[in-house]
């Protein structure tokens, strides 16, 4: 087995090396128009996840076109996960877009960037998520507002939801709960002291959880897909909020509790040294 230190310098290389072959490409594809300009940013992730040894279980109905799909959210890894489905567009917040490297990556899979905290964009953003939507994107946001710890969910923010209030040709805009959970490391199910790690949260700087997972051995990522609804049959976007947080929840729940437990003794370049104990997750 290879050394941590020689694991994440092989992968580093590795994403490197792909970044720099398919970001002018992708570059070229947007700017001159070219048709299929979401396909480069779905082969890209699935790269990428392949060198970082993730594998992804999909479960559920994959998302229509024109569908807002709300997820938990628990990491940087959630974009490459999700965006190695199908083609899709992420929305974020605006100052994402002035990150080194990260903020390019984002533009080139034609993220749509929103200022969450001034009010007065707040009609423009809505209108630019409605263009985005009715023209048959797949738009995934993050109600949460924030990365959580991988096994607790935070509310969601109702007033995020209201892109979906528009109505094409009398037919609601579908929106997608789904569900994002860090399931398994080397086959064996997560407790939460370990699937904490793999959360990009509180105090841990990019860098430091990137590196982490660099050096992890392989592990399992669910994702799962519930029924879509709108805003009509959920009865507005307050109710909406409530229960896709309370379907999102409970699919995070079904995968992380109660399986056999992990204790938090594994290092990544270690894992004989997980130590498996038959006792519910706390």
């Not at 209108?127 to 969601?156: H, K, W």
């Not at 929106?175 to 997560?190: D, R, T, Y």
């Not at 990019?206 to 660099?214: D, G, R, W």
């Not at 709108?230 to 229960?243: C, I, P, T």
Request: with cysteine; aromatic share 8%.
């Amino acid at each position: 087995m290879l050394p941590d230190i020689i694991r994440i310098a092989i992968r580093l290389i590795l994403v490197v090396a792909i970044i720099v072959i398919f970001s002018p490409i992708q570059f070229l594809i947007i700017i001159l128009r070219i048709p299929g300009s979401d396909i480069l940013p779905l082969i890209f992730h699935k790269v990428v996840l392949k060198i970082l040894g993730v594998r992804v279980r999909v479960s559920g109905p994959l998302p229509a076109p024109g569908t807002l799909i709300v997820s938990n959210h628990v990491s940087w890894l959630d974009i490459c996960t999700i965006g190695s489905v199908l083609p899709i567009n992420f929305v974020a917040k605006a100052d994402i877009s002035g990150w080194p490297i990260v903020g390019f990556l984002a533009k080139l899979q034609k993220t749509l960037f929103i200022k969450r905290d001034r009010r007065s964009d707040t009609a423009n953003q809505r209108n630019a998520m409605q263009d985005r939507l009715l023209d048959g994107s797949r738009l995934v946001l993050f109600p949460e507002g924030t990365t959580g710890d991988g096994t607790i969910v935070f509310p969601f923010k109702s007033s995020l939801f209201a892109a979906a209030e528009v109505q094409e040709n009398d037919r609601p805009i579908p929106i997608q709960p789904l569900s994002l959970a860090f399931a398994e490391l080397s086959g064996i199910p997560m407790s939460r002291r370990i699937r904490i790690k793999y959360a990009w949260i509180g105090d841990v700087g990019l860098l430091s959880n990137m590196f982490y997972v660099l050096g992890s051995y392989s592990f399992t990522i669910n994702l799962i897909f519930h029924a879509p609804t709108n805003l009509v049959e959920a009865g507005g976007r307050k109710k909406l909020a409530v229960s896709a947080h309370r379907q999102v929840q409970n699919g995070v729940a079904n995968t992380t509790v109660g399986f056999t437990d992990v204790e938090a003794t594994h290092t990544p370049d270690a894992p004989s040294e997980l130590k498996v104990a038959a006792k519910p997750l706390a």
